[in-house]
């Protein structure tokens, strides 16, 4: 059961939240949605059923401006500020998790590293071309024996003159099989985490897909494989050391979440209150039954909240006081409220909520992904109990 | 070539219409408010097109207050080189007309495009009242428009088919769907529209010869009768009786 249907979405803002944001912002969101309705919409439904990556729109998001909206424009950013980074993902997640996730992996965890901690020679070689979409990135932190625990990796490079020989493998790489550079965290032989750009036809690096996800179909997945990799020490972040420097990007990409997450719970609120007026039991429609208003009136309560939360760590984030830790509260809160609404919505679709007539299973399925990626759910909450107790539970 | 695009600010297509102050105000409490998209997708994308083929400036004029500046911004978000704004809030669109007619007139341009009416009063008058006060030829519900030397050439819609219309510059040409495609803005056209200049004149004096003496909404749909298909003469009854359509 495929089709090609209107996008009937429409925004809801029940706190006037975006009174608090500025005509830049207002017109990004607009621009973004148009986007959305235009090019997502009317395929993302097909794309998650088959499992394939809508790979013309990498360049697309692109001509938008989604890639670095926050990175300035010499390196081929948008200049923008944090909040207009937000609502760009937010509109983005509003269409899908997993273009969203094509966008934010380019933006915050390719281009913000190169950004951030490479030398001009490789912002200049790199960051242009990544916001022009002429290259995909894709950033490899994780392992198969190493999630939560990333300080645990056992990725490493050794020296050997004017290169260094990486050996190892990530595993769940947003964009890898796709990718034309991977920005690739791994041990030096002091033990040090550091931070290069690998690139795509590097000899012994591979890229395999990873089959059989039943969650952010519309986006690729793989792992990186190396294989005595030799990397030029050019390619080699010269500053940072230690795991500051794949935190400070996820950080960064954790901040989009919070924002996207929200526009996930949008599309799913504004579904099932549509449906609710228009589907009728009883001689009535459902959205006039007490039980469906007490779902719709806590899904707007709970949107609006995570709207407030977003807004204000936007305004953290573009004075540079956005703490990690608010940063993971946010993202936790938000995802799991989204996770929360899609289910909520599910029931109030009846049956056809578990079509692809309606985003709703999409988006579910989507968010289980957003709920575990960037820090798990439970993670979150153990850097949220950290920062109130100033006692380690990790381990 | 100096293309010069008239835009407008419209409530949003979804908008609730009510009005206030008896009947003779639109309210606007509540109102999102979108460049007009006639004026947006095709006069100023047209205009833009023709501009990076041929050369020239593009130039977005708007008759309001304050409150029009962000679809203005939009209109520079998309690519138009500078705005202005006459700094007045006209109540007809004799009065755009008016303003948009003095401002050519000591500003000339070669092309004066809008868009073939607004999607809130649906009057398409100002494009006409332009080019009269201007004594310019006007060419209206344009679908493609193309410039060789100081000559256009507009196909337009006409009931049944089109026309092709050949016409000397100065002149002001409206436009209707299909003169191009719309363009979404990106986020470095937002950031670059800051810096463009938008400059805001004061109004000419003009009196309106005319007033609004009240709106009044469209009945509401009525419920749908079913009729049993074997009950034709029913049918037929209620066509001629209450519908009067026989």
């Known amino acids: 059961m495929s089709s090609v249907k209107t996008d009937r979405f429409q925004f809801h803002d029940h706190y006037l939240v975006e009174d608090l944001l500025s005509d830049d912002h207002r017109m990004a969101r607009e621009a973004v949605r148009e986007w959305v309705k235009q090019e997502v919409s009317p395929i993302i439904e097909e794309c998650s059923e088959k499992a394939e990556c809508p790979k013309h729109l990498f360049k697309g998001l692109a001509e938008i401006g989604a890639y670095g909206p926050s990175i300035p424009v010499k390196y081929g950013g948008g200049g923008m500020d944090e909040i207009a980074y937000g609502v760009i993902m937010q509109e983005l997640e509003r269409g899908d998790s997993g273009i969203r996730s094509m966008a934010s992996v380019q933006g915050s965890l390719v281009m913000y590293p190169i950004y951030k901690y490479a030398s001009e020679e490789q912002k200049m070689k790199y960051l242009p071309k990544l916001g022009s979409g002429e290259f995909i990135g894709c950033f490899g932190l994780t392992e198969p024996d190493h999630g939560s625990n990333p300080s645990g990796m056992v990725t490493n490079i050794k020296d050997d003159g004017d290169a260094y020989i990486l050996n190892g493998a990530k595993m769940w790489i947003t964009n890898s099989p796709v990718a034309d550079l991977a920005v690739v965290w791994a041990k030096d032989e002091e033990g040090k985490i550091r931070g290069m750009v690998v690139e795509a036809g590097s000899k012994g690096f591979t890229a395999p897909e990873i089959h059989g996800k039943l969650s952010l179909r519309a986006s690729i997945t793989g792992e990186l494989v190396f294989e005595d990799v030799r990397v030029p020490k050019e390619n080699v972040f010269p500053e940072i050391k230690g795991l500051r420097g794949p935190l400070s990007c996820l950080s960064k990409a954790r901040y989009g979440i919070a924002w996207g997450a929200i526009g996930a719970a949008l599309d799913c609120y504004d579904s099932a209150l549509r449906y609710s007026l228009e589907r009728e039991q009883f001689g009535r429609p459902i959205g006039g039954f007490q039980l469906t208003q007490k779902k719709l009136a806590e899904m707007i309560t709970e949107i609006t909240k995570a709207q407030l939360l977003a807004w204000r760590l936007g305004s953290l984030a573009n004075d540079g006081k956005a703490t990690p830790a608010q940063i993971s509260m946010a993202k936790r809160n938000n995802v799991n409220m989204a996770l929360e609404i899609a289910r909520e919505a599910r029931q109030i679709h009846g049956g056809m909520g578990i079509t692809n007539e309606y985003p709703i299973m999409r988006h579910m399925m989507n968010l289980e992904t957003v709920l575990t990626y960037e820090g798990t759910h439970d993670i979150h909450l153990l850097i949220t109990g950290m920062e109130v107790t100033g006692l380690n539970a990790f381990k | ?246």
Not at chain 2, 106 to 130: A, F, Q, R, W
Not at chain 2, 144 to 169: C, F, P, W, Y
């Open chain 2, 1 to 246: 070539m100096k293309y010069l695009v008239c835009i407008s600010r419209t409530p949003e297509t979804t908008a609730k219409i009510a009005f206030t102050d008896g009947n003779t105000q639109f309210d606007k409490n509540g109102v999102q408010y979108i460049l007009n998209p006639y004026d947006e997708w095709y006069a100023l994308v047209r205009a833009l097109e023709l501009k990076e083929a041929g050369g020239g400036t593009v130039t977005v004029i708007n008759v309001g207050t304050a409150e029009n500046d962000a679809v203005i911004r939009k209109a520079l978000a998309i690519g138009a080189d500078d705005a202005v704004r006459i700094d007045t809030d006209p109540k007809s669109a004799m009065n755009v007309a008016k303003q948009i007619s003095e401002y050519v007139k000591s500003n000339p341009h070669d092309i004066i495009l809008c868009g073939k009416e607004t999607i809130d009063y649906n009057s398409g008058e100002v494009g006409g009242m332009i080019a009269e006060f201007l004594d310019i030829p006007f060419v209206s519900y344009g679908e493609h428009l193309d410039i060789e030397g100081s000559s256009a050439t507009v196909k337009r819609d006409i009931e049944g088919g089109s026309q092709t219309v050949k016409v000397n510059l100065p002149a002001v040409i409206s436009a209707a769907k299909g003169m191009a495609e719309q363009r979404i803005p990106n986020m470095r056209g937002i950031m670059m529209a800051k810096r463009k200049p938008l400059n805001i004149v004061p109004a000419v004096p003009f009196e309106d010869a005319a007033t609004v003496i009240g709106y009044t909404l469209p009945e509401g749909k009525s419920a749908v009768k079913m009729i049993d298909p074997e009950n034709m003469d029913e049918l037929v009854r209620l066509l001629q009786e209450e519908a009067k359509v026989l």
